[in-house]
């Protein structure tokens, strides 16, 4: 990390079809070896795997599954006097964002299923509804946080 400047924040562009910088986001963290198109191409058929199960609107479901999945606190590790604390900060909503994609794409790369359109799909739909890896990842890192809140004071 540099010590002179911040780096600065770069504006994610709007996808083509759904016209949202989320799922251009979300695009990017699918992407592999350079190969934008083919996760344009795995994002826009699980959309459309979710229109045809929920019967909703996919962007809006996506956003929901976002939104659930966002983190308010996170720990990190700080390193007092020989010993290793566990401190809970708050995060910024960029940052939980950010956490909430990385965690749905893990979460549905572990899911049983044959292919990755599908598992991305349904990861969605349950993190949407509340259930699933992405939403147990999220509760237990609330929990993490929760219970190193007497460290709280090292930030």
């Known amino acids: 990390m540099s010590r002179r400047k911040n780096a600065e924040k770069r504006i994610v562009n709007p996808d083509p079809v759904y016209r949202n910088r989320l799922v251009n986001m979300l695009v990017n963290r699918i992407l592999k070896n350079g ?26 479901i996506l956003r929901q599954a976002i939104r659930k999945a966002t983190p308010k606190v996170a720990v990190k590790a700080r390193r007092v006097g020989g010993s290793t604390y566990q401190v809970p900060v708050e995060i910024q909503s960029s940052q939980g964002k950010a956490l909430a994609i990385r965690w749905l794409l893990t979460s549905a790369k572990k899911r049983a299923g044959r292919n990755f359109i599908s598992k991305l799909s349904n990861e969605i ?19 993490m946080a929760e219970s190193n809140r007497a460290f709280a004071h090292f930030r």
């Not at 190969?35 to 344009?40: E, F, I, Q, R, V």
């Not at 739909?125 to 609330?142: F, V």
Request: proline share 2%; glycine share 2%; hydrophobic share 25%.
């Open 35 to 60: 190969k934008k198109s083919l996760a344009y191409r795995i994002l826009y058929k699980a959309m459309k795997n979710i229109k045809t199960k929920t019967q909703k609107n996919p962007l809006f």
């Open 125 to 143: 739909i349950d993190t949407a509804r509340d259930t699933g890896n992405t939403i147990r990842k999220k509760e237990e890192t609330h929990r």
